[in-house]
């Protein structure tokens, strides 16, 4: 199927178009882009960041569970429920590689595994 796009000098252009899909339609509300080529890597980079995105969940979830299974295991043996010298160790592991945005990740994923003070 021929589908009319506008290009960037503003003039019609013919593209095959296989699919049936409209470029300047609903891909374009989607990807912000009415170029298909463009609009066609977009999807593919947004597929990859939500395979990222599930995976990070995944170990979020993960890492909170472990830290909770530290807590509990160091409380039934008497121990503090805090350990405040391994929480500064993490917040500057974190800042060091992600700067200021990294200790807010690191308390955010400190307050996850420990619960809120």
């Known amino acids: 199927m021929m589908t009319d796009v506008v290009e960037s000098s503003g003039g019609p252009a013919r593209h095959d178009d296989p699919a049936g899909a409209d470029p300047t339609g609903a891909a374009a509300a989607r990807t912000g882009t009415g170029d298909t080529v463009a609009a066609e890597r977009i999807v593919a980079i947004r597929e990859r960041i939500d395979e990222i995105d599930r995976t ?18 160091r409380m039934a043996s008497g121990g503090t429920r805090l350990v405040l ?15 200021a945005d990294g200790t807010q990740l690191a308390l955010l994923l400190l307050r996850a595994g420990r619960g809120p003070l």
Not at 56 to 73: D, F, K
């Open 56 to 73: 990070l969940i995944a170990l979020w979830q993960e890492r909170a569970a472990l830290s909770q299974e530290v807590g509990v295991t």
């Open 85 to 99: 010298s391994r929480e500064r160790e993490i917040l500057e592991r974190f800042r060091s590689e992600l700067g």
